[in-house]
């Protein structure tokens, strides 16, 4: 099993840009979510979903949209990107917000 | 605003030692975890402990919860220089029907050979 997998690992965009952050996984876990992880700082949670077409607004959800059609792939876009958004991005997968989280490798993104 | 916060934000020991790292939460919890992270990668879950559980083992790792006090401790013992890391620990609030982790800024442990 590959686990959780993300790409791009690097990322550098203009401010203004769109882009989109892929994460997949292959453990059939039904609980998908997103962090931004800044210098110094513990992870912040962006959005997350329980479940295929069901996703809901974590700490931090402002300037990024999320959609969940299959329980494989969690994608994050970036609709406008800030200099604001240059953190290391972090997807995470699990059986339930409860239980083991399984983290993706990380994207670094650095808006200019 | 945070619920979990770690302390000492840095801890540095020799090979041997044993490092002791201490999370506090605010509101009442199902269940919390520790994680670490290693440099530049993503996070490893290490242990989890429940809200109804007092102490936990894994190895060498020693958890140990009080929810009269919300907090918790984290024990490594004969530590190892590739236990150099940060460690997190990460709460589930009751209010929010547990869908969702917040996780503290952690501790940066150092262990020198």
């Known amino acids: 099993n590959a686990g959780v997998t993300q790409t791009p690992k690097f990322q550098v965009l203009k401010t203004g840009q769109s882009m989109t952050l892929q994460c997949a996984q292959d453990m059939n876990h039904e609980y998908m979510s997103w962090y931004r992880q800044d210098p110094g700082m513990g992870l912040r949670l962006i959005h997350y979903s329980v479940g295929a077409g069901i996703t809901d607004q974590g700490e931090v959800p402002n300037g990024y949209n999320v959609s969940r059609s299959t329980t494989e792939d969690f994608p994050l876009r970036l609709l406008s990107a800030a200099p604001s958004q240059t953190s290391v991005y972090f997807c995470?997968?699990?059986?339930?917000?409860?239980?083991?989280?399984?983290f993706g490798p990380g994207t670094r993104l650095t808006v200019l | 605003s945070q619920q979990g916060e770690e302390d000492p934000q840095a801890l540095s020991i020799q090979e041997g030692e044993n490092a002791t790292m201490n999370c506090s939460y605010k509101?009442?919890?199902?269940?919390l975890q520790w994680y670490r992270q290693n440099s530049g990668r993503g996070l490893v879950h290490l242990i989890l402990?429940?809200?109804?559980?007092r102490e936990k083992h894994s190895g060498r790792l020693r958890v140990t919860l009080d929810t009269s006090k919300k907090s918790s401790s984290l024990l490594i013992t004969a530590s190892r220089a590739a236990d150099t890391a940060s460690y997190f620990c990460a709460t589930d609030a009751v209010e929010t029907s547990g869908s969702r982790l917040t996780f503290g800024e952690g501790t940066q442990l150092t262990v020198n050979p």
């Open positions: 995470a997968s699990s059986y339930g917000p409860l239980a083991e989280q399984f």
């Open positions: 402990i429940r809200s109804n559980e």
């Open positions: 509101t009442s919890i199902n269940n």
